[in-house]
């Protein structure tokens, strides 16, 4: 499994650990929650899209004003970046607390084992502080870099790279947030982690980039991220877990 097509292998297979009988009932919230705000992200963006688009695209001469054909693709793909980004940032913070316990559910199922606290609504409320720190963790991790992308989206000519840095950044994006999870079941810290994933930056990237186009298709985008977390906690199983880190130090 050592190759970078292993990343999107994860991913199918998480798909399909989700459907087990015995992990549907820790699917169905986040699916519920992640379909609401999915519904309502898509209304919203429905009424300003046409105007997004329209502001960012670039003032041009007349005599260039054949290139908007070619250019209005190109931002039409930023805008849905940007709306994309929105949605999965906020629909994981709100599920933050339930797709770290999916994880932990998955990882018994994988392993045979269970060295987690039964399920239970006290033990889920008791990992709210804990997975919505780290989301803030994410957060500004993500803030920064989202930032700069985002100014460089409004430099005429330095705009024309946005989009393809706004589809890397969100490809590692989608490794950082779902690798997350099992990381911080295990009490492994945020920088630890990036490190982690720096280490199967390959892999990590083939994981990114098959959750980031799953995540793009409408409807089927709120089933896709519990198959993420499930996929991402049998990567986190197979490459090692802490045990591949040697370096692996208490949380920060």
């Known amino acids: 499994m050592a190759t970078p097509l292993s990343g999107p292998l994860y991913f199918g297979e998480g798909l399909k650990l989700i459907l087990r009988p015995g992990l549907r009932r820790f699917v169905l919230l986040p699916l519920l929650i992640n379909l609401t705000l999915f519904i309502a992200t898509i209304a919203f963006a429905l009424r300003k899209f046409e105007g997004w688009v329209n502001h960012l695209m670039p003032v041009l001469p007349h005599w260039l004003s054949f290139l908007e054909y070619l250019l209005w693709p190109l931002f039409v793909l930023l805008v849905l970046v940007m709306v994309y980004f929105t949605f999965t940032l906020v629909a994981n913070i709100i599920a933050a607390p339930f797709n770290g316990f999916l994880s932990e559910k998955v990882e018994v199922v994988v392993r045979g084992t269970d060295d987690f606290p039964p399920f239970s609504v006290g033990e889920l409320v008791a990992m709210i502080p804990r997975t919505m720190a780290r989301e803030f963790r994410k957060l500004r991790y993500y803030l920064p870099r989202a ?106």
């Open 147 to 252: 930032l700069g992308l985002l100014v460089l989206s409004f430099i005429p000519g330095l705009n024309l790279i946005a989009a393809p840095l706004w589809l890397l950044f969100g490809v590692w994006m989608m490794a950082v947030q779902y690798l997350d999870y099992p990381a911080d079941n295990h009490k492994l810290g945020f920088i630890e982690m990036l490190e982690w994933l720096r280490r199967k930056r390959l892999r990590s990237l083939g994981f990114g980039g098959i959750t980031y186009l799953a995540l793009l298709v409408p409807l089927l985008n709120v089933v896709f991220m519990p198959a993420a977390v499930a996929g991402a906690t049998l990567f986190w199983i197979r490459e090692g877990g802490t045990q591949a880190l040697p370096s692996a130090r208490a949380p920060r």
